[in-house]
């Protein structure tokens, strides 16, 4: 592992496949031997829990934090109970040590990010114009009068390439 992790970003508007870009990123990238982690921010309400369980009822029952653990995982939930949503430094730093760290969303942040855009988008109009950090478009259509490198979108590992290259990951440690 790095001393600190690289940082790249997917961007996109909704159903611009954007996740499934992330996925199989991920999955080339540990496939490297790389330790990547993932921080996606979300638009709206979301729960991890389900309803019932007790982590849930915890919750439910005003805890400011609820850490569920096992042998296999463990997840800390936090409420923000109106307090402002986290920076995405805040969120940065509870992650542990890895060599990549792939953002998904958090379309405003000054990290190097490429721009996913598929036909079934929702909205199709272009955010690189308008985002100087975002350093390449990934498309399952073809792009014309761009001035930033293009991907098939489903050319995961040239796209991991690019990603290796920009972020300067090193070779991972065996």
Not at 29 to 44: E, L, N, Q
Not at 80 to 88: M, V
Not at 115 to 134: T, V
Not at 147 to 156: E, N, Q
Request: one cysteine or more; aromatic letters at 6%.
């Amino acid at each position: 592992m790095t001393d600190k992790p690289r940082i790249f970003g997917i961007s996109g508007w909704k159903n611009s496949g954007k996740t499934g870009l992330a996925v199989r990123l991920v999955e080339e990238f540990t496939r490297r031997g790389y330790r990547i982690s993932t921080i996606k921010h979300a638009h709206h309400d979301f729960d991890i829990d389900k309803v019932g369980a007790d982590s849930y009822r915890h919750r439910q029952a005003g805890a400011h934090e609820v850490a569920l653990v096992s042998g296999t995982r463990y997840a800390i939930m936090h409420e923000l109970r109106g307090a402002d949503e986290p920076s995405f430094e805040d969120i940065l730093a509870r992650l542990g040590p890895c060599d990549l760290v792939l953002i998904e969303g958090y379309k405003r942040e000054p990290v190097p990010k490429i721009e996913a855009r598929r036909l079934d988008a929702k909205n199709r109009e272009p955010l690189a114009p308008s985002d100087p950090h975002i350093v390449a478009i990934a498309a399952d259509h073809p792009v014309a009068d761009e001035f930033l490198p293009v991907f098939d979108l489903d050319d995961t590992q040239a796209i991991a390439d690019f990603i290796t290259r920009v972020t300067g990951l090193p070779q991972p440690r065996t």
